[in-house]
């Protein structure tokens, strides 16, 4: 039972508190049922290939080898060069940024009342809308494409994090008081480790929209990276070649999440470690 | 028995008592309810005083605001004669509710009080496992609060406590969410604890058999509003085992008459 949990929620990308009745010796069981999920999935892509469902749909194989093609050639490693720049500013900058604002919001009923309507709208907002706007301002240069990544991840992060500082658990403040927390231990030692699972949850949904928002920049402004290796297949009808590409920014994204979630275990929850 | 009561005492003689804490005058209003008025007293050094009475007494208020957590709205607490308002490094608390950081191990949880103060890590962690050792915990250093019972866990709490060296420890009814026989045990430990440790012990409770079981000194609160209604001073020998105490004529006399005093305000 706890196998299965601690697989689906890691699958999923949650945070999974319920693993920890998972032991050290079934470790390798989990992995065996990933890669089976990753097979079977492969196995229904190349079948739905083969029919094939479109003729622009290739098959599993055929997206292999293009995607080994285009690490050869070094074309996917050029644009990644281009993609991650603006993505890993922007990425970086909205975790620091937000996690610091959301904290503040959550601390100071002022700093509340003045930002969090803004970023409830904003989250609200169909930001996509906004890129058009974005680079009628900033042009199409790096600028732009980041604030394209930090317009649609900041406002999850800073949410989160408000939420989890606002929510804290109060006997735990009580107690910091009481054996003479000063208000920065207070933050550091109590409110931050306490709200490190809700605000890690909204750092992964502000990730994985800075990745949604570094490609719709670069098929919308910039035909630049990854998003100009997407468009320029299309056109030529390399459709293994294409779906390469994207299943390789999907790779990536996912392995930053997990990888967010592993520094979340390790660094801030070790007792979710699952002993 | 009286002699039995004395050979436990500071001196042979009943000297004015040391108070190591006073109250003076505290009243506290909640809206409009009157919590507390007008309270005034004395507690001795080296005894364990308990703050007994039924729910809506006042008692928990009572010992957070001699804990300086929560503000009173007249009259003072002095601790060693000088006023208080605030917590200070010697008072130390034990939560009913534990309050431990599930994010930590039992010996960062024990060690906390001197990582606020800025103990140095080798130094802080060698108190915490001593004290650790001293509430039974041996062998539990590196487990987080989740994989140790509720009695284990408020252990957890009294070793936090007892790390900062504080002289007086405040208890919040800390067995309130323990199983029967751990309480016991606890009962016992704390009892042994007290004659080890040459503190002060200010303990909140609800159950009348653990006030007079571990108390040298019993203070009943009456409630609506929360005011001293008696002091009792159990006089029981607790020299020998434990155990014999459950059958100690004068403890069950004791209980006996505080619970005639309490049960005008049972509905």
């Known amino acids: 039972m706890a196998i299965s949990i601690r697989t689906e929620g890691e699958a999923a990308g949650l945070a999974s508190p319920s693993s920890r009745g998972a032991t050290g010796a079934s470790w390798d069981q989990p992995i065996l049922l990933r890669l089976v999920s990753i097979a079977l999935f492969a196995g229904i892509w190349e079948v739905a290939g083969r029919i094939p469902v479109s003729f622009a749909f290739p098959t599993f194989s055929d997206t292999m080898v293009a995607f080994f093609?285009?690490?050869?050639?070094?074309?996917?490693?050029?644009?990644?060069?281009?993609?991650?720049?603006?993505?890993?500013?922007?990425?970086?900058?909205?975790?620091?940024?937000?996690?610091?604002?959301?904290?503040?919001?959550?601390?100071?009923?002022?700093?509340?009342?003045?930002?969090?309507?803004?970023?409830?709208?904003?989250?609200a907002a169909p930001v996509a809308a906004f890129i058009p706007m974005v680079t009628f301002v900033y042009g199409i240069g790096m600028t732009a494409k980041t604030l394209a990544v930090i317009i649609l991840a900041l406002p999850v992060i800073v949410l989160n994090t408000y939420k989890a500082v606002r929510n804290v658990n109060q006997s735990l403040l009580?107690?910091?008081?009481?054996?003479?927390?000063?208000?920065?231990?207070?933050?550091?030692?109590?409110?931050?480790p306490d709200a490190s699972p809700v605000i890690f949850a909204g750092l992964r949904l502000g990730v994985a929209a800075?990745?949604?928002?570094?490609?719709?920049?670069?098929?919308?402004?910039?035909?630049?990276?990854?998003?100009?290796?997407?468009?320029?297949?299309?056109?030529?009808?390399?459709?293994?070649?294409?779906?390469?590409t994207i299943a390789s920014i999907i790779a990536l994204s996912t392995l930053t999440l997990v990888f967010l979630q592993w520094v979340e275990v390790r660094v801030f929850r070790p007792e979710s470690r699952g002993a | 028995m009286r002699a039995a009561a004395l050979r436990n005492g500071p001196s042979p003689v009943p000297t004015p008592i040391d108070s190591i804490?006073?109250?003076?005058?505290?009243?506290?209003?909640?809206?409009?309810?009157?919590?507390?008025?007008?309270?005034?007293?004395?507690?001795?050094?080296?005894?364990?005083?308990?703050?007994?009475g039924p729910s809506g007494c006042g008692k928990t208020t009572l010992l957070k605001i001699i804990a300086g957590l929560i503000r009173a709205d007249g009259g003072t607490v002095a601790i060693n004669g000088k006023t208080v308002s605030a917590p200070g490094p010697e008072?130390?608390?034990?939560?009913?509710?534990?309050?431990?950081?599930?994010?930590?191990?039992?010996?960062?949880?024990?060690?906390?009080?001197?990582?606020?103060?800025?103990?140095?890590?080798?130094?802080?962690?060698e108190i915490a496992r001593r004290y650790i050792a001293e509430v039974g915990l041996a062998g539990f250093e590196d487990k987080y609060p989740h994989e140790l019972s509720g009695g284990m866990r408020q252990r957890v709490g009294l070793a936090r406590a007892l790390s900062?060296?504080?002289?007086?420890l405040l208890l919040d009814e800390p067995f309130s969410a323990v199983d029967e026989q751990n309480r016991r045990k606890f009962q016992e430990d704390l009892i042994r604890l007290r004659t080890n440790q040459n503190k002060?012990?200010?303990?909140?409770?609800?159950?009348?058999?653990e006030a007079v079981y571990i108390s040298d000194r019993i203070v009943l609160l009456s409630p609506r509003p929360g005011r001293v209604s008696q002091i009792i001073e159990p006089e029981i020998d607790r020299s020998g085992d434990p155990e014999h105490i459950h059958r100690d004529k004068h403890y069950l006399d004791t209980v006996e008459e505080i619970w005639q005093g309490l049960k005008q305000y049972v509905e």
């Open chain 1, 174 to 192: 009580v107690m910091c008081r009481s054996f003479l927390g000063t208000p920065w231990q207070t933050v550091a030692k109590i409110i931050l």
């Open chain 2, 91 to 125: 008072r130390a608390f034990v939560f009913q509710d534990f309050a431990l950081m599930p994010w930590a191990t039992v010996l960062r949880n024990v060690a906390f009080g001197l990582e606020l103060r800025g103990t140095s890590r080798a130094e802080r962690e």
């Open chain 2, 164 to 168: 900062v060296d504080a002289d007086v």
């Open chain 2, 21 to 52: 804490v006073e109250v003076r005058g505290i009243s506290k209003t909640y809206g409009n309810v009157e919590a507390l008025r007008g309270i005034d007293l004395d507690f001795p050094r080296g005894k364990l005083t308990s703050l007994l």
């Open chain 1, 69 to 123: 093609g285009l690490l050869a050639d070094g074309s996917l490693a050029n644009a990644y060069l281009s993609t991650l720049q603006p993505l890993v500013l922007g990425v970086v900058l909205s975790a620091f940024l937000g996690v610091g604002l959301g904290t503040i919001c959550g601390l100071w009923r002022t700093g509340e009342w003045l930002l969090i309507p803004v970023f409830i709208v904003l989250q």
């Open chain 1, 210 to 244: 800075g990745f949604v928002g570094v490609v719709l920049a670069e098929l919308l402004i910039t035909p630049t990276g990854i998003g100009d290796l997407i468009t320029f297949h299309r056109s030529r009808a390399d459709y293994a070649e294409m779906y390469a």
């Open chain 2, 200 to 209: 002060t012990f200010i303990f909140v409770t609800h159950s009348i058999e």
